[in-house]
Structures are given as structure tokens and as C-alpha cells.
């Protein structure tokens, strides 16, 4: 593995990816290739720009943070990709490159200047990761859609709330980050087998697709039983008690995974002979009692406050949180101690980031650079290419 002695691992050095991509779930997985050492280099258009410069308040400088959170570590050039000049130059780049990160709009004129059909024939070493809403096939296939679209049409929105309560969409914009997260996975897979190989493929997902695939438990409950799930608040579906609780104070969660640990969360209450209550003695027997089970551990937990159940059921090994948060999290030692939290230098001052949340061989990749102005390296960077006819 590559090491820089400024930036910490660099496994994927030497790679170089044209960033095509807009909004988030193409950013976020190509800023994942540039903290892991990857050359990245997002085109952008001359006017404007990627849109999520513009979604603010907040701005850092020019910059919405939405924008400055996905896209470190990058430089940023301007084309017109519908002028024969900007095509002719990135498909110069692309001559370099290893991989090309796009999310073009279904049936838009750019998904048909840049096919992966022609793209794979004219640069067949490359890997084209192409991220949908919907995915290339199906009646769906050629509907566009930004994250929440996909939580709905996924299903996430359904099982997010309380029981009998509007739907809620997640915290984070799991659809985007998760279609990210996966198309990170296939290239380098396609990576890996272009190394046997000597060349590359066309790798697809959708935030459809990737929403599926995170249900998870969800969908095994329901082809076993082909019942209906619904919304649980923060409880589980095959776990009790795992939730959140009201103390006297405000809310914390346990998380209680097997028996054992029921034992421990009884005895941690002063509770023990809820141990050996038979609507209570297994995990089974808890979910099928789930309404009583609240009953008397809202009763319980009501009588004290958050900070002393976390430290009691700590001290009995049970696990336990109290819902922190953001500002208490970044400032938490825990979260200094991992070095999640890093700084870049950018035009406006240090700008802080959140980590690369792996680590190689004890080591973090470092943060390498600030989010680039809008077209800061585009002399820099197509200067070779400006002067090369085809």
C-alpha cells in the first residue's frame, strides 16, 4: 500500500477517476476514491456548476457546506459536455483515466453523448459506474429522482416513525449514500478483476436498487411471513427491549441482543424477577409481549434520570446511549481520540470535515485538500488536453 507521509494510506494512488456526477451519491463516491488516494477530477459546467454549490444556507465562502461536504480531495475543471469541444476533451481524459463516475439524467441528451456502450468500445480498460434513480431496466428505469424520492419508493419511509404516524423520511439521505456506498464496493471489484483481466466493465446501481438491498432483515420477515411490516418507532423488529426509553429527564436506548443480557438489564433495574417472567424469559417471548414489555420498562425507567441509567446499565455491561446531539458528538473525546474529525485549508479559513471512516493498518487517511472553487483547476489540468486533436 502506498503510504504519503502527509495524507496517511493511499491504497488506490496511481488510480485516476473523472467525477461526471452531480448532487450527492456520485460525489460522496468519488470523494471516497480520492481519500483513498485516487486522482479525482469532477467536471463541472461553466455556469453554475455542480447544484449543491447553491443549496444553502450555510455557505463556507462561495459554497453551500452541502456542497463542501462531498467533494474534497478533488479538482475541479469546466466543460460544456454538450459542445464537440468539451466531448473531445474528456474523452482525452478518459484515455488516462481508470474510472468515470456519472448519474445522468434517464433519456437526457448527455446519458446518449456518453453511452457506456460507446464509452466501453472506444475506452475499453475503463470502469463506468453509471448511478439511476431506478436502475437501466424496468418500468421505472427511466424516471428521475433525488433521495427522498428513492426512501419513498424503497420503502424506508414506510418503516420510519412512529407506529400510526405520518411517514418520516430518515436523518440522512440514505438513498443517495447508500447507492454511494455500493457503487464504491463494484469498482473495486471491477478494479480488482480488470487487474486479471486487462479490462474494464460497465458497473451499474440505483438508489432503488441499494435501498432493497438495506432492508435487509425487513424483507426476510416478510417472505417468511408475507405480512405487512410497518413502522416501529426506534423499536426493533426481532429484538426486545431495543429502543429508546423515556427516563425523567429525556430519552436514552438500550439495546439488548440476547438473553443474557435481559438477564443483566433486570438485575442492572432491580428488577430481577422480570427475568423469569414467562412473558419476558426469551427474546421470542419479549416480542410477543412487546406491548406489556414497554409497559414496565417505561414505568421503570421513569423513576431516575438518563444519566444514571447509562451509568448503571454500564456498569452491568448491558448496552446502553443516551440520544446525543451533533455538537455534543464533535466534541466528544471518543470521537477526537479516532480522529474522525479533520481540517482542510480552504480560501475562507480551515474548513473542518468529517474522516474517512476506515482505517489501514492502523492508519487513517488523511484529508487531502479543500473542496475546490468552482473551475479552480481547469487550466491546470486540460492544458494537455486542449492541445491534442483526435
Given at each position: 500500500?502506498?503510504?504519503?507521509?502527509?495524507?496517511?494510506?493511499?491504497?488506490?494512488?496511481?488510480?485516476?477517476?473523472?467525477?461526471?456526477?452531480?448532487?450527492l451519491?456520485?460525489?460522496?463516491?468519488?470523494?471516497?476514491f480520492?481519500?483513498?488516494?485516487?486522482?479525482?477530477?469532477?467536471?463541472?459546467?461553466?455556469?453554475?456548476?455542480?447544484?449543491?454549490?447553491?443549496?444553502?444556507?450555510?455557505?463556507?465562502?462561495?459554497?453551500?457546506?452541502?456542497?463542501?461536504?462531498?467533494?474534497?480531495?478533488?479538482?475541479?475543471?469546466?466543460?460544456?459536455?454538450?459542445?464537440?469541444?468539451?466531448?473531445?476533451?474528456?474523452?482525452?481524459?478518459?484515455?488516462?483515466?481508470d474510472?468515470?463516475?456519472?448519474?445522468?439524467?434517464?433519456?437526457?441528451?448527455?446519458?446518449?453523448?456518453?453511452?457506456?456502450?460507446?464509452?466501453?468500445?472506444?475506452?475499453?480498460?475503463?470502469?463506468?459506474?453509471?448511478?439511476?434513480?431506478?436502475?437501466?431496466?424496468?418500468?421505472?428505469?427511466?424516471?428521475?429522482?433525488?433521495?427522498?424520492?428513492?426512501?419513498?419508493?424503497?420503502?424506508?419511509?414506510?418503516?420510519?416513525?412512529?407506529?400510526?404516524?405520518?411517514?418520516?423520511?430518515?436523518?440522512?439521505?440514505?438513498?443517495?449514500?447508500?447507492?454511494?456506498?455500493?457503487?464504491?464496493?463494484?469498482?473495486?471489484?471491477?478494479?480488482?478483476?480488470?487487474?486479471?483481466?486487462?479490462?474494464?466493465?460497465?458497473?451499474?446501481?440505483?438508489?432503488?436498487?441499494?435501498?432493497?438491498?438495506?432492508?435487509?432483515?425487513?424483507?426476510?420477515?416478510?417472505?417468511?411471513?408475507?405480512?405487512?411490516?410497518?413502522?416501529?418507532?426506534?423499536?426493533?423488529?426481532?429484538?426486545?427491549?431495543?429502543?429508546?426509553?423515556?427516563?425523567?429527564?429525556?430519552?436514552?436506548?438500550?439495546?439488548?441482543?440476547?438473553?443474557?443480557?435481559?438477564?443483566?438489564?433486570c438485575?442492572?433495574?432491580?428488577?430481577?424477577?422480570?427475568?423469569t417472567?414467562?412473558?419476558?424469559?426469551?427474546?421470542?417471548?419479549?416480542?410477543?409481549?412487546?406491548?406489556?414489555?414497554?409497559?414496565?420498562?417505561?414505568?421503570?425507567?421513569?423513576?431516575?434520570?438518563?444519566?444514571?441509567?447509562?451509568?448503571?446499565?454500564?456498569?452491568?455491561?448491558?448496552p446502553?446511549?443516551?440520544?446525543?446531539?451533533?455538537?455534543?458528538?464533535?466534541?466528544?473525546?471518543?470521537?477526537?481520540a479516532?480522529?474522525?474529525?479533520?481540517?482542510?485549508?480552504h480560501?475562507?479559513?480551515?474548513?473542518?470535515?468529517?474522516?474517512?471512516?476506515?482505517?489501514?493498518?492502523?492508519?487513517?487517511?488523511?484529508?487531502?485538500?479543500?473542496?475546490?472553487?468552482?473551475?479552480?483547476?481547469?487550466?491546470?489540468?486540460?492544458?494537455?488536453?486542449?492541445?491534442?486533436?483526435?
Amino acid at each position: 500500500m502506498t503510504e504519503n507521509p502527509i495524507t496517511g494510506p493511499a491504497p488506490l494512488a496511481g488510480v485516476k477517476v473523472v467525477d461526471l456526477s452531480k448532487i450527492l451519491a456520485g460525489p460522496y463516491a468519488t470523494m471516497s476514491f480520492a481519500d483513498l488516494g485516487a486522482e479525482v477530477t469532477k467536471v463541472e459546467h461553466p455556469e453554475g456548476g455542480d447544484p449543491t454549490r447553491m443549496w444553502g444556507p450555510p455557505f463556507v465562502g462561495d459554497d453551500a457546506t452541502y456542497y463542501l461536504a462531498v467533494n474534497r480531495g478533488k479538482k475541479s475543471v469546466t466543460l460544456d459536455l454538450k459542445s464537440e469541444e468539451g466531448q473531445r476533451i474528456v474523452h482525452r481524459m478518459l484515455e488516462d483515466a481508470d474510472v468515470v463516475v456519472e448519474n445522468f439524467k434517464p433519456g437526457s441528451g448527455l446519458q446518449k453523448i456518453f453511452d457506456y456502450r460507446a464509452l466501453s468500445e472506444r475506452h475499453p480498460h475503463l470502469v463506468v459506474l453509471h448511478i439511476s434513480a431506478f436502475g437501466d431496466e424496468g418500468p421505472l428505469s427511466d424516471q428521475p429522482g433525488y433521495d427522498m424520492v428513492a426512501q419513498a419508493a424503497g420503502g424506508l419511509m414506510s418503516l420510519t416513525g412512529e407506529p400510526g404516524g405520518a411517514p418520516m423520511k430518515s436523518g440522512y439521505a440514505m438513498g443517495d449514500l447508500g447507492a454511494a456506498l455500493f457503487g464504491v464496493i463494484g469498482v473495486l471489484a471491477a478494479l480488482v478483476e480488470r487487474g486479471r483481466t486487462g479490462r474494464g466493465q460497465y458497473v451499474t446501481t440505483s438508489l432503488f436498487e441499494c435501498q432493497l438491498a438495506m432492508h435487509v432483515n425487513w424483507a426476510t420477515n416478510y417472505f417468511a411471513t408475507k405480512q405487512r411490516p410497518h413502522a416501529l418507532g426506534s423499536a426493533h423488529p426481532n429484538l426486545a427491549p431495543y429502543q429508546a426509553y423515556p427516563a425523567s429527564d429525556g430519552y436514552f436506548v438500550v439495546a439488548v441482543g440476547n438473553d443474557s443480557l435481559w438477564d443483566d438489564l433486570c438485575t442492572a433495574m432491580g428488577r430481577a424477577e422480570l427475568a423469569t417472567d414467562p412473558r419476558f424469559l426469551r427474546n421470542r417471548d419479549r416480542i410477543e409481549h412487546r406491548d406489556d414489555l414497554e409497559q414496565v420498562l417505561t414505568e421503570v425507567f421513569a423513576a431516575n434520570t438518563v444519566e444514571y441509567w447509562c451509568r448503571v446499565l454500564e456498569e452491568h455491561a448491558v448496552p446502553v446511549s443516551p440520544i446525543r446531539h451533533l455538537d455534543e458528538i464533535y466534541d466528544d473525546p471518543h470521537t477526537a481520540a479516532i480522529g474522525m474529525i479533520g481540517t482542510v485549508d480552504h480560501a475562507s479559513g480551515p474548513l473542518e470535515q468529517i474522516a474517512f471512516p476506515v482505517n489501514f493498518g492502523g492508519a487513517r487517511p488523511r484529508l487531502r485538500s479543500a473542496p475546490p472553487a468552482h473551475g479552480e483547476h481547469t487550466d491546470d489540468v486540460l492544458e494537455k488536453y486542449r492541445a491534442v486533436s483526435v
